[in-house]
């Protein structure tokens, strides 16, 4: 990693500076001359840092400020400062060190995804388990009871045609039985009672297929052991993949392929081929959301890519778009912006565990409102033997 | 609920799991016992004969493979069958090992859980 240097003066104007600092601040070297240091911190520590340099001629380490680059936005720096002191101890300028330390946050926040997806698969995993055992009775008692129900409202056909004839022909006694058995069903409405009953177990049956679903997806996330490693063709999974899912989507969208020559893949292929699916559904739905009930259709673009030693698959749509505020969070477990019922939050967690687990990165950029587009960069042969 | 069909052992932990798969064989025609822990059901084994086992997995003391590893020395033509929220976890040399014919998962499939039964044991209602 490059030292960036700049020397400035005691009104705080650049005098001199290295070529990593022009690069890290995207400018050429004469461009930085005589600008004013501070200018270039576009937060208030980083401008603290030079200024009370020169102010107080003390020496700071490594503070981490963010700098701006012409055109390319807020770089994360690690800044030094030190005074250059004339006679008398009179603060003369000062020398400004930094580094340009992007990649080392890139490398953090990666390192804490992925031992933020370990935890939550150890406690996913656990979960789902200890779900399954009494979802076990629930399911199988409520299709139980939907029979129970179903033998009641038989039985009680019969004790309505029953009460009818002994209401009519039958001993005082008997008749009188008959009216009071007519006064209980009305009073306590035997033909709701009977269809609500079954209805209620329907809905749980609904909710209870839904929990299903979710431990499925705790499962899959947390519990990759599907297919074996194989040295894949990566159009070939991606193909078939938009094959399954275009019946669901043909209505809305029009899909367009651009697939490079690849390399063979060292790769889980049915995994890949999940995250693909997770892809596609989520670019169909993001569609479907944008357009609603009109009559127009959406795009959706799979490209692949061959760069040196990565294969690249992205798969681009112009759907709703993720919200800025959200991007950060959408590889986050149990994040979702669709409505209940519809997402687990799971999808794309777990895609970002098995690309991860390929020795590879996903990414995301998004315009709201306007489209998103998810690359999978994957290396040729990223999966070592421990995998 | 005794009938005169297949005698067949259920073991859980889980009492409500015992119950809820004696409401869903109710009319299957199996003689159904139960128990709760493996020691109760070896007791059982210990003082009479059975057509099938279906066991939980996960038990406090012994896994079910175990379990039926063990009941199959006991009671050698006894069909045995695993019952289990989670089927990964369980190797299948494991299964072939201890003889285990049918693996159920939970949740079950009524219907499939029916006709697993009936296949395993080769008679019912």
Known sequence: ?387 | MTRDGPSLLIVDDEARILSALQRTLRREGYEIVTAETVDEAFEILDRRDVDGILSDHKMPGMTGVQFLGEAGRRRPAAVRMIITGWTEEIPREDLEEVGVCALVTKPWDDAKLKATLRRALGGGA
């Not at chain 1, 959200?326 to 477990?333: A, M, N």
């Not at chain 1, 991860?356 to 315009?367: F, K, L, P, Y």
Request: glycine share 10%; proline share 3%; with cysteine.
């Open chain 1, 1 to 387: 990693m490059n030292t960036a240097v700049l020397v400035v003066d005691a009104d705080s104007h650049v005098v001199r500076c290295n070529d990593a600092a022009a690069a890290i601040l995207g400018r050429a070297p004469e461009a930085l001359h005589g600008s004013s240091a501070g200018a270039w911190f576009v937060d208030v520590r980083g401008q603290a840092v030079v200024e009370r340099t020169l102010a107080e001629g003390v020496r700071f380490k490594g503070a981490e400020a963010m700098v701006d680059r012409v055109g390319g936005g807020a770089v994360p720096v690690g800044i030094s400062c030190a005074p250059i002191l004339g006679p008398g101890g009179r603060v003369r300028g000062a020398v400004a060190t930094f580094q340009d330390l992007s990649e080392m946050h890139q490398l953090r926040q990666q390192v804490l995804q992925t031992e933020k997806m370990a935890s939550i698969g150890q406690l996913a995993a656990g979960v789902a388990h200890e779900i399954n055992n009494p979802m076990g009775f629930i399911h199988a008692n409520l299709f139980q009871l939907a029979e129970y129900a179903g033998d009641l409202r038989q039985l009680w056909g019969e004790v309505e045609q029953l009460q009818k004839v002994v209401s009519q022909a039958g001993s005082p006694e008997v008749r009188e039985a008959a009216a009071r058995l007519a006064t209980l069903a009305e009073e306590v409405d035997v033909d709701f009672l009977l269809s609500d009953l079954a209805k209620a177990i329907r809905e749980s049956q609904e909710g209870s297929e839904r929990i299903r679903h979710i431990v499925q997806d705790l499962r899959d996330f947390s519990h990759q052991d599907n297919g074996e490693l194989s040295l894949a063709d990566v159009n070939q999974c991606l193909d078939s993949t938009a094959n399954i899912v275009w019946p669901m989507m043909k209505h809305l969208v029009q899909l367009e392929k651009n697939y490079a020559d690849l390399p063979a893949v060292t790769c889980y292929p049915m995994q890949l081929k999940q995250v693909f699916m997770n892809l596609l559904v989520n670019a169909f739905q993001a569609i479907e959301s944008k357009l609603g009930a009109s009559a127009e259709t959406g795009h959706i673009v799979l490209r692949t890519e061959h760069h040196g030693a990565d294969v690249v698959i992205s798969v681009a749509d112009t759907g709703v778009g993720i919200a800025a505020g959200d991007l950060d969070r959408i590889f986050d477990p149990f994040f979702t912006t669709k409505k209940v019922g519809a997402g687990t939050g799971l999808g794309l967690s777990t895609s970002y565990n098995i690309v991860q687990r390929h020795g590879g990165r996903i990414e995301a950029d998004s315009q709201a409102g306007e489209g998103t587009c998810f690359r999978v960069v994957l290396p040729v042969d990223g999966i070592g033997d421990d995998a």
